[in-house]
């Protein structure tokens, strides 16, 4: 199956600092991915979807000034958390699809534990 | 609005007993239906995945799942589970905005297994 990374695996940064997450499909090209946040016990939320080359679509109630979201080539998507703050701790996972036609189920990374202090 | 619903928060059941976990799915269209398992700190692991055809579907590690339309339900089955099933296990459908991969989760299930 295809492969997703996302680095890093775990960063802590202070308060008011920024942090980025990559997220890379490494054998196959994704014009599209996601990325999703998981609050401790809870389940995952849709923060936006990239789109290669364009901007990012963001869901209701997430700021996109303080969630920046590069998708500069079709195998690469950034996420980058901006003045960042202990809300923000959480865990950030990424997920990319082939291309429409090819097979439309999402392949998911191992996601990157942010805490913020 | 396109939602998944899962409505048991937690379940226990003793090894080697039979397992199901009920999921209930809002979604005008024929929806793509997934389920997934994280471990404790770990990433998601796909179990299996409805797209269309046959509404019994065989995943990974002995589940399976069947899609039963006029209930709106995608229920995830397994005949004897074992200890390393312990996880927390999401319900979660696609096929948004014409995008199988866009996919909204369900709040969870957790799964612990009793000795």
């Known amino acids: 199956g295809a492969v997703v990374s996302q680095h890093p695996s775990r960063v802590i940064c202070k308060s008011g600092t920024s942090v980025k997450i990559e997220c890379r499909s490494l054998?196959?090209?994704?014009?599209?991915m996601f990325w999703y946040r998981q609050f401790p016990k809870q389940s995952l939320m849709l923060m936006a979807t990239?789109?290669?080359?364009?901007?990012?679509?963001?869901e209701q109630g997430v700021e996109k000034d303080k969630f920046l979201i590069n998708h500069a080539s079709l195998t690469l998507s950034t996420l980058t958390v901006t003045s960042a703050h202990p809300e923000d701790s959480s865990f950030y996972i990424c997920?990319?699809?082939?291309?429409?036609?090819?097979?439309?189920?999402?392949?998911f990374g191992q996601g990157t534990r942010l805490t913020v202090v | 609005a396109q939602s998944v619903t899962q409505p048991d928060i937690h379940i226990t059941v003793s090894e080697g007993a039979s397992l199901e976990l009920r999921c209930n799915y809002s979604?005008?269209?024929?929806?793509?239906l997934f389920w997934y398992v994280q471990s404790p700190g770990q990433g998601l692991q796909l179990l299996l995945k409805?797209?269309?055809?046959?509404?019994l579907v065989q995943g990974i590690k002995g589940f399976e799942a069947e899609f039963k339309r006029s209930q709106s339900s995608f229920n995830l089955r397994k005949p004897s589970v074992h200890w390393s099933d312990a996880a927390e296990y999401f319900c979660?459908?696609?096929?948004?905005?014409?995008?199988?991969?866009?996919?909204?989760f369900g709040s969870g299930t957790r799964l612990s297994i009793r000795p």
């Open positions: 979604y005008g269209a024929t929806p793509y």
């Open positions: 979660a459908v696609g096929g948004l905005a014409s995008s199988a991969s866009k996919i909204i």
């Open positions: 990239s789109n290669e080359g364009s901007k990012a679509t963001y």
């Open positions: 409805y797209f269309s055809g046959d509404t």
């Open positions: 054998d196959f090209q994704a014009t599209t």
């Open positions: 997920s990319a699809s082939l291309p429409t036609g090819l097979n439309t189920e999402a392949f």
